[in-house]
């Protein structure tokens, strides 16, 4: 940390899927190579909020401004964006287009406006973020999960290479376009 703080950086990227909350190792590390992991064990919230969609992670639109409120108090408020944020969806859990072409992938722009209205918040409080990019154009390989999760805002088949478009892609491009939406939030 003291590294940072006296390093002179043009601005920060965070990357946010999750939140992630730690507690004291209660077991034996029983991995056989190194990993943060290695001085704590994940805690949950078991009143939390979780993805039906991926692996029942945690849900938390608050933390995006927990992180801007931590970086603008702690670390000078330097310039930041949020080089990653995206819901992860499986396949099967996005279903097929519709009448229209498009694949209803609703319940991740609901998420995504809520991460988005936690994010605007923290700004109008002071926060110095400069910009959001959501992950990723089109579903992509993964080192956590390979191709089991989907991101993107097209569908990729990875036996024919077609893309169909997702309903975020189409949200996405309005928000990008007005610099807004509206929200009951």
């Not at 946010?16 to 190579?33: F, N, Q, S, T």
């Not at 609703?106 to 923290?122: C, D, S, W």
Request: glycine share 8%; charged share 25%; aromatic share 16%.
């Amino acid at each position: 940390v003291a590294l940072i703080l006296s390093a002179d950086i043009d601005f920060l990227g965070v990357n946010y899927y999750v939140p992630r909350r730690v507690k004291a190792r209660e077991g034996e590390y029983d991995l056989d190579y190194f990993t943060p992991e290695y001085y704590f064990e994940n805690a949950v919230n078991p009143q939390g909020r979780f993805n039906p969609y991926r692996d029942n992670n945690e849900i938390l639109p608050q933390a995006i401004y927990d992180i801007a409120a931590n970086i603008r108090d702690n670390y000078g408020n330097i310039k930041w964006y949020l080089a990653e944020i995206g819901i992860a969806m499986d396949r099967q859990s996005e279903g097929e287009p519709g009448a229209d072409g498009v694949i209803d992938d609703t319940f991740r722009i609901q998420l995504m406006e809520e991460h988005l209205v936690q994010l605007h918040r923290a700004i109008a409080d002071g926060a110095n973020c400069f910009g959001v990019h959501q992950w990723t154009f089109i579903d992509n390989w993964s080192w956590i999960n390979a191709f089991k999760r989907r991101y993107g805002f097209w569908r990729l088949d990875l036996e024919t290479g077609e893309r169909q478009i997702k309903r975020n892609a189409l949200w996405f491009a309005e928000l990008a376009t007005s610099n807004g939406f509206t929200s009951d939030k």
